[in-house]
Nanobody, 114 residues
Framework: QVQFVESGGGLVQPGESLRLSCAAS????????MGWYRQAPGKQRDLVAS???????IYADSVKGRFTISRDNAKRTVYLQMNSLTPEDTAVYYC????????WGQGTQVTVSS
């Protein structure tokens, strides 16, 4: 069974950057399109970026041009480079498959505040 461990979050000021990592256990990682999701307090969890098995990225309009998703299949890891962060990016960030999500990890908190 695939499990996910997210890391790299923190407290940053507006305009700064963070790089999130998601390590996946399980040998079938390479077979799935992967996504980064985020959930702000009181809001639903939304998909903000996804990447196909062959590393083609797709971004939500809210992060397009600022976030970059990538994956290293050999390391079974997905990354999210986040630049020009704004307070609206504050949320818990999770990774998971795009379809037929597996159990969610603990996520990593990103807080953007001056």
């Amino acid at each position: 069974q695939v499990q996910f461990v997210e890391s790299g979050g923190g407290l940053v000021q507006p305009g700064e950057s963070l790089r999130l990592s998601c390590a996946a256990s399980g040998s079938i990682f390479n077979a799935y399109d992967m996504g980064w999701y985020r959930q702000a307090p009181g809001k639903q969890r939304d998909l903000v970026a996804s990447i196909t098995r062959r590393s083609a990225p797709i971004y939500a309009d809210s992060v397009k041009g600022r976030f970059t998703i990538s994956r290293d299949n050999a390391k079974r890891t997905v990354y999210l480079q986040m630049n020009s962060l704004t307070p609206e990016d504050t949320a818990v960030y999770y990774c998971n498959t795009v379809l037929y999500q597996r159990p969610w990890g603990q996520g990593t908190q990103v807080t953007v505040s001056s």
